[in-house]
């Protein structure tokens, strides 16, 4: 396969590197603020599952719009996986169902709350649908959980869930926390993907709950008002966000684009590191590989 | 009510002689030895089947998916090959995923949830008894119970790569199995042999050992409590992550999702190596003592035999003692033919290892040896026309005598070939082929033809039909002629059937000739007395490219090379029987398929033989004890982009499935509605495929096409007859790129030097076919935002573009036609929920540049569309997509005007579906939507003058995930028969609302 053939297939491939953003998603959290302003008034925010860092790269550039003062922005950036690191972006390295996490963050934020948590985290996915629907949406959960130790009272939360066959136990449950909870699926996300984005705004969780990691959130089950099948299902807003006039992640756009007169190629911002099958990339260059 | 379900087979289990299957939320049961379905039994609530585990002695089963568990008990009736079931325990819904399950005892279970919570049911009334939570409480991906003594011992894989031993009862965990560098999805144990295995993400199997210095029961507690858990085998077989594995006495079997299942001894040495279930995932296996039953992602389950290499093959090198061995054969009855670099021919009797030598006195050393197909004459020829022929002795003393020698003088022989067993066809210089036939003592011409020009003027294979008097030859440079007695110049030729290396075999059987290349395709051509009824009809894609030729009479074992290894694949059952390492097609091989006498049974034997390092290695298999049986036949081995079924009106049981999908095929399958579904027809495209769509033209026969990605359409004609069976046989007459072919786009530039290509990769999202009158115009929608549109001639099988239309931004999705007021109209959809009509006339300007009418009806991409004619004023336009939304809206047009369309009246909802919404269908007064929810909805719809009425009135639930669309396959008084597909099919049929 020719080394262009992914940048003819996918624009925000190739905006991506042609705009310094380690990954695609960067244009998803961008256009989520245009529909949703999200940063408006934000000066701490946590990343969760953040790795490659596209969203904190987004956070960074977005957030010191918001203040004279570069120092009031803070940015914290939490995954299980190493990541390149980023100027004005606090790593922790650590598990988000870990209660010592919650507390890094808030010893990260001076003992203040944040104003918006992000999550884009997405298991290693398996091929099966449902497995790979029941682990997003526990990441998501367990995402929700350490926000309920983190997030102040109104902020915003905006986290990656798979619209599958049980995605309605999770707007339930996220209804619960949040005054508003829609669903949107940014223009640079594709048709074919079941990826779309909760954004949750104006956290207020129930009168007598008391955030605690011993227990993980597990999601509701079906009831009376969100049956499994039947007319009453819970069912959030949707909304498409993005610029009308905004690329499309589903058409083809021939390399030289519109008012462009040359293309050049460019590397990837950012690789991977320690993927679980550098070994046997390893071995298989060295020929260890049983082969019969 | 669900008829028939293919989807990921994600369980597997033996039970005395059956075969128990999880398909979706079912289980389905098999009879082992006739693979006889039985029959299916719905379980769990719209939760696939992940696990199943019997109660010993007692045929009750623990069935586990999802979040939910249930027990059956079942009862089984050999003589009758019937089971009844009762079902124990309804579906409990647990609170979360269930990893793992286990019989404690008759009346209780345990479960080990993804939270690492173990819950104790007591299953006699169905209730909880009591749980234990595991500190590590992180997700797992994987978990297995060990009931022991008064406790139970809990296995849990994590995501953090490791593996934890804990008692339920103890705070403290026993063990932390580390080493495996990613997620682990599976831990397997067996108390005999004491060891531990688990498979990986980071594509390893690895085993470890458990050692106890005192000589105690795993079942007791100080036997973990003191055991020393090591890896000892770190193992790496396949080439991507390894789902699950499972230990016998003397194998420990994993399996991939590389499509592959490893056979490993105890020690780690990895002794066979297969290849299943086409290139999906194989996701679940169990073994009885002669037996592996395996479950895929193709949503097939297949029965292998399970046997050891001294069970089923024998390898030997045969001490020939030959020097400069160049060429060998086998002869007709299995002994071995040698030629070598000295001038001589050996005959090698295998029965008594001695040989004879017979001296050719030929001056060239360029020589060639060709068999007849019966393999007992044997032609010998050198450059210079020198030929002698020689005839193995069918009974009494194994001997070859010369029977012929004779010198031509055609020039300088370039290829020797049989053509049946009683014609020679030989191709020398300027390209003249001459046949040769004997007569009494001697050999005489019987015909010459005239080879056309090419750049490697000689031929490759040949065939020969008698009673047609016809000659078919492929050359070397891959060009196909027919020749007819007595003309000197083919009647018929097909350019560039095959690349340069030319038809590897041709083989004449009634009414076609069949080919073999090496770019992977068997082809298919009709032959005739009427030369222009000679056509290229079809191919046949097979896995691996160099392909040789066929070693039975009924063309389904076909043999050929894969990289370094010998092939031999079941063309029928798209099964690879074997493979042998023998180093490439390039050394001199020969493989024959035999009947053997074998303990009174008669067995199927395939033998190899090759030349390696001037060593004669030989290597023999029985059949039996390595050929898999399909016990569910496979179908796409991914997501099904496209479904369009077809019956036709008679009171045929059979219903026609043409699909196709991410993998790249099209499928052409039947089905009986009930249990059967297996794929007649199989054709690859170079990408994915994401619409088909077929015109009628009688009961029996239908123009195919099909379109996806790289631009491509494809147009077919397919053929049903009926004589007792079914046949479907098709007739390939477009394969068409847009964009040209790389080569085409780029000239004949290497990859690396070429210019950068500005063209888009374009995607065929959609596509119609309008017949005006005595034309076919196929109008495609591509994911440039372009309308392109072509005119099909089926007789020249040639498209030609008519006409490009450039008005949508962004992507088009769908498309719709449909017949308005005596005109035809074209609806187009896009990404951007925009939709368009357009009149269609007649060509050259087909579309103007500008639609009649445009509105938006969704919020973002539109997946699905239907149109309802009302009457000559107005009809309803039905879109839904990734909104979640269906919209509806009645458009009207004033005096037969199209140009007067607008929305007079509207309806739409996005509360019955929560994800996008991707098959849509109109019917009189229902609609039917269905989404990648899983839920299929249904509708009672009215249009009056007051506006829309659309009303719920039922929904249910499928097994197939990432749902992609509907099909309506029948409907009756009383119910509506649909089909949906995705990740798999379903056929569901739900109950009309009574009036």
């Known amino acids: 396969m020719g080394k262009t053939s992914k940048d003819k297939r996918d624009i925000y491939y190739r905006l991506a590197k042609e705009e310094g ?105 398996t091929g099966l649908h449902d497995i ?129 007169e040359s293309y050049e190629y460019k590397e990837p911002v950012q690789g991977p590191i320690d993927p679980p099958y550098k070994e046997i990339l390893e071995k298989n260059k060295s020929m260890q590989t049983n082969n019969l | 009510m669900s008829v028939l379900t293919r989807t990921d087979v994600t369980a597997v289990k033996f039970f005395n002689n059956y075969i128990l ?129 008064d406790d139970i011992l809990v296995f849990s894989g994590t995501v953090f790569s490791e593996v934890i031993i804990h008692q339920c009862g103890d705070d403290v965990p026993l063990h932390h199995l580390k080493g495996h560098k990613g997620v682990i999805f599976s831990i397997t144990y067996n108390s005999e042999k004491a060891i531990i295995v688990t498979t990986s993400d980071d594509r390893s199997v690895r085993i470890w050992t458990v050692v106890n210095k005192e000589p105690v029961n795993y079942k007791h507690k100080s036997y973990w409590s003191n055991a020393k858990i090591s ?80 069970e089923y093959g024998h390898k030997e090198t045969i001490p020939i003692n030959i020097d400069a061995p160049k060429k060998v054969k086998f002869t007709a009855r299995q002994n071995i033919l040698i030629m070598n670099e000295f001038n001589e021919l050996i005959y090698y009797d295998l029965s008594s290892n001695t040989s004879k030598t017979h001296r050719l006195d030929h001056t060239s050393t360029y020589k060639l040896l060709s068999l007849s197909p019966c393999k007992q004459i044997i032609a010998v020829a050198d450059m210079n026309g020198k030929l002698d022929i020689f005839v193995e002795n069918c009974k009494g003393d194994a001997v070859i005598r010369k029977i012929i020698d004779t010198k031509l003088n055609l020039g300088k022989i370039l290829s020797l070939l049989w053509a049946g067993n009683r014609h020679l066809v030989v191709c020398s210089e300027n390209g003249l082929i001459t046949v040769l036939a004997s007569k009494e003592i001697d050999i005489e011409p019987v015909d010459e033809f005239h080879l ?47 690349d340069r290396y030319g038809t590897t075999s041709i083989t004449i059987k009634n009414n076609e000739a069949i080919t073999t290349g090496r ?45 370094r290894s010998f092939v031999v694949y079941d063309v029928k059952n798209n099964l690879k029987i074997l493979e042998v390492a023998c180093g490439g097609g390039h050394r001199s091989w020969d493989a024959v398929r035999y009947i053997e006498k074998i303990n009174e049974h008669f067995e199927e034997f395939i033998q190899i033989l090759y030349l390696k390092n001037y060593t004669l290695h030989s290597e023999k298999f029985r059949l039996s004890k390595i050929m898999s049986k399909n016990i569910i036949n496979g179908i796409h081995s991914k997501q099904i982009n496209c479904l369009k079924t077809y019956k036709d009106n008679g009171d045929r049981t059979a219903t026609m499935f043409i699909s196709g999908g991410e993998d790249t095929t099209l499928r052409i399958s039947i089905s009986d509605l009930n249990s059967k579904l297996k794929d007649e027809l199989v054709f690859k495209q170079l990408s994915s495929i994401r619409t088909l769509k077929f015109h009628q033209f009688d009961k029996n026969k239908i123009l195919l096409l099909s379109a996806g990605g790289r631009a491509q359409i494809c147009a077919k004609i397919i053929t049903f007859e009926v004589d007792h069976a079914l046949k479907v046989s098709s007739e390939e007459l477009v394969d068409y790129l847009i964009k040209g072919t790389d080569k085409e786009r780029k000239g004949d530039k290497n990859w690396r030097d070429c210019a950068i290509d500005f063209d888009p990769e374009t995607r065929i999202m959609d596509l119609e076919i309008v017949k005006i009158d005595n034309d076919f115009i196929i109008i495609t929608a591509c994911s440039d935002a372009s309308v392109q549109i072509f005119n099909l001639n089926t007789d020249k099988r040639k498209l030609y573009p008519v006409q490009e239309i450039k008005y949508h931004k962004t992507c088009i999705l769908k498309t719709h036609v449909f017949e308005f007021i005596t005109k035809t109209l074209l609806v187009t959809c896009t990404t951007r929920g925009d939709v368009a009509f357009w009149e269609v006339e007649k060509p050259p300007k087909m579309l103007s540049s500008e639609p009649i009418f445009s509105m938006k009806t969704n919020k973002s991409g539109i997946n699905s569309i239907d149109v309802n004619v009302i009457d000559n004023t107005g009809f309803l336009l039905a879109t839904a997509g990734d909104d979640n939304a269906i919209h509806l809206n009645v458009i009207q047009v004033e005096n037969y005007v199209l140009n007067s369309m607008k929305v007079i009246n509207s309806w739409s909802s996005d509360k019955y579906h929560c994800s996008q919404v991707t098959g849509l269908k109109l019917m009189e007064d229902l609609m039917i939507s269905t989404s990648i929810d899983q839920r299929l909805t249904l509708f009672t719809l009215s249009v009056t003058t007051d506006g829309v009425k659309c009303d719920f009135y039922s929904q249910c639930c499928s097994d197939v995930s990432d749902i992609h669309g509907l099909d309506v396959v029948d409907t009756s008084n009383d119910s509506i028969t649909v089909s949906v597909f995705g990740k798999g099919i379903e056929v569901l049929r739900m109950l009309k609302p009574t009036k």
């Open chain 1, 21 to 125: 953003w380690r990954a695609r998603s960067a244009f998803k959290l961008l256009q989520i603020n245009e529909e949703y302003n999200i940063f408006e008034g934000v000066l701490r925010a946590v990343d969760l599952c953040a790795a490659p860092g596209s969203w904190s790269q987004v956070l960074t550039k977005k957030l010191r719009q918001n203040t004279e003062n570069e120092d009031d922005v803070k940015i914290v950036a939490v995954d299980l996986q190493a990541m390149a690191s980023l100027p004005g972006v606090k790593q922790i390295q650590g598990d988000i169902t870990k209660i010592s996490t919650a507390n890094e963050i808030i010893k990260e934020f001076e003992g203040h709350k944040a104003d918006l948590v992000v999550c884009d985290g997405a298991p290693d996915v």
């Open chain 1, 132 to 260: 790979d629907e029941y682990v997003q949406s526990q990441l998501l959960l367990a995402a929700l959980n350490i926000t309920t130790h983190v997030l102040k009272i109104g902020g915003i939360f905006v986290a990656k869930i798979f619209r599958g066959k049980d995605v309605t136990l999770l707007y339930s449950q996220l209804k619960l926390f949040f005054e508003f909870v829609t669903v949107s699926k940014p223009r640079s996300s594709r048709n074919s993907s079941i990826e779309a984005f909760v954004i949750c705004q104006n956290y207020k969780p129930p009168p007598d709950y008391v955030p605690t990691m011993v227990n993980p959130l597990l999601d509701h089950k079906y009831c009376d008002f969100n049956e499994f099948t039947g007319p009453n299902r819970f069912i959030v807003p949707f909304n498409a966000c993005g610029d009308l006039s905004a690329y499309d992640s589903d058409t083809s756009y021939p390399l030289l684009l519109e008012g462009q």
């Open chain 2, 21 to 149: 299957a999880g398909v979706g939320s079912s289980v389905e049961i098999f009879n082992k030895d006739s693979a006889k379905f039985i029959r299916k039994i719905k379980i769990l609530k719209g939760q696939k089947v992940h696990s199943i585990e019997y109660l010993k002695c007692e045929s009750k089963f623990l069935i586990i998916g999802g979040k939910q568990f249930s027990i059956i008990e079942l009862t089984f009736d050999c003589e009758e090959d019937v089971v009844s079931e009762q079902q124990v325990v309804y579906p409990i819904i647990c609170n979360d995923w269930i990893h793992s399950g286990a019989w404690i005892s008759k009346e209780k279970v345990a479960i080990l949830t993804a939270h690492n919570v173990v819950q104790v049911w007591n299953i006699i009334n169905g209730t909880f008894d009591k749980e234990y939570t595991s500190k590590d409480n992180s997700i797992l991906y994987s978990g297995l119970l060990l009931p022991i003594q």
């Open chain 2, 231 to 310: 890896c000892v085998y770190n193992l790496y077989g396949h080439m991507a992550r390894v789902m699950c594995s499972h230990i016998t006495n003397d194998l420990i079997i994993s399996i991939g999702e590389d499509s592959r299942i490893c056979f490993w001894n105890h020690e780690g040495k990895l002794l066979r190596k297969i290849f299943a279930h086409q290139n999906s995932c194989i996701w679940s296996l169990d073994t009885d003592n002669r037996h592996l039953v395996t479950g895929g992602g193709d949503c097939s389950v297949i029965l292998h035999p399970l046997s050891l290499v001294s």
């Open chain 2, 452 to 498: 056309p020009p090419c750049k490697e003027r000689w031929l490759t294979s040949s065939a020969l039909s008698s009673n047609r008097g016809m000659l078919v030859v492929g050359d070397r440079c891959g060009h196909i002629h027919v020749y007819l007695h007595g003309s000197r110049n083919p009647v018929k030729s097909f350019d560039k059937i095959y």
């Open chain 2, 519 to 563: 770019d992977g395709k068997i082809k298919y051509f009709s032959l005739s007395k009427d030369v222009n009824e000679i056509k290229y009809t079809n191919c046949k894609d097979v896995e691996f490219q160099w392909l040789e030729k066929f070693l039975d009479k009924d063309e389904n074992y076909l043999c050929g090379f894969q990289e």
